[in-house]
């Protein structure tokens, strides 16, 4: 009878996490997008949105939360109840950049948030103004170091993933280039055509087009591999072993979300991931699915937020 009467009182335990999971959703899903509208970030929060309320029987509504270098955003999920009904579409910002850019920040990088899965990582290309002098990324390396402090590059502002990708090869080429933020891709992009700047290694998607036209020169890709939307070109890795700048992208929940529910989630959006139809819409738009564990997504944000300390701190950059 002891035996028994202890089984039966465990039972509610056994039982209670299959219960939670099966019970939820039971209502919508707010996925926090740190951003405004219309943006990169946006539009993946949205491409996803759609299969996984359909996997979860309830919608997931994208909510745009913009401001503060993406910090706004995070905050709202920060702070949300841990029932698995707000969640953060992360971008490199809220965990991995901002604590190294920022004197304080409304919540905690680490404690505050629980990983779910990985995402998606996006080349940005490495491309220069066709009048300059360099063919490939070694000789723009030679270049650079022949004129110290006279090459200028572009990006859509401070502390985001161009910018960074920039001080990341001053960093690791060892060479003195000046930065030149802008509000946006498109006027960076204006300005490089033009010549008013030199280089710039910003979004692929955006670069490549006039590359292609011959308006601009295409030198690599910031993945560590060959990106498939461009395989005639290199990667910058292959001249600088170890660059690696492509921005990665993954799915949050607040910390103190239960384990079966970030159980649920994590299948749901690695069953889509794994989806050869919705992996051929990504690799169109010259994207890389990553799925992973909550383990592995919480593994590479803390070395992908040692790797970029290591470049802010080189490069003095803060945001106040």
Do not use: C
Not at 142 to 148: I, W
């Amino acid at each position: 009878m002891r035996v028994s009467r202890r089984a039966l009182l465990a039972s509610p335990v056994v039982l209670a996490a299959p219960a939670l999971a099966q019970s939820y959703p039971s209502r919508p899903i707010r996925l926090i997008v740190p951003f405004a509208a219309g943006g990169s970030a946006d539009a993946s929060a949205r491409m996803l949105a759609d299969p996984m309320g359909t996997a979860l029987g309830q919608p997931v509504v994208v909510d745009n939360r913009p401001g503060g270098g993406a910090t706004v955003g995070a905050q709202v999920v920060a702070r949300a109840a841990p029932d698995g009904l707000t969640l953060l579409y992360g971008t490199p910002g809220p965990q991995i950049i901002n604590p190294h850019l920022m004197p304080s920040l409304p919540y905690d990088p680490v404690r505050d948030f629980a990983p779910v899965s990985g995402y998606k990582r996006a080349p940005n290309l490495f491309a220069v103004n066709a009048a300059l002098p360099a063919q490939d990324v070694a000789g723009l390396i030679a270049l650079a170091k022949a004129r110290p402090g006279q090459l200028t590059f572009a990006s859509s502002g401070i502390g985001s993933s161009s910018h960074l990708a920039g001080e990341m090869l001053k960093f690791m080429a060892q060479i003195d280039i000046t930065h030149v933020p802008y509000r946006g891709t498109g006027p960076a992009t204006t300005d490089l055509i033009a010549g008013t700047v030199s280089m710039a290694l910003d979004t692929l998607s955006i670069l490549l087009p006039p590359a292609r036209a011959g308006s601009l020169r295409a030198l690599a890709v910031t993945t560590p591999r060959r990106s498939p939307l461009a395989p005639d070109l290199p990667a910058l890795a292959e001249t600088l072993p170890g660059f690696d700048a492509a921005p990665f992208n993954y799915i949050s929940a607040p910390a103190g979300t239960p384990a079966p529910i970030i159980a649920r989630l994590n299948g749901v959006i690695v069953t889509i991931l794994n989806d050869q139809a919705y992996r051929a819409r990504m690799e169109a738009l010259g994207e890389e699915a990553t799925p992973s564990t909550p383990e592995e997504l919480a593994a590479t944000i803390a070395a992908e937020s040692a790797r970029w300390e290591q470049v802010i701190k080189a490069a003095g950059i803060r945001m106040e």
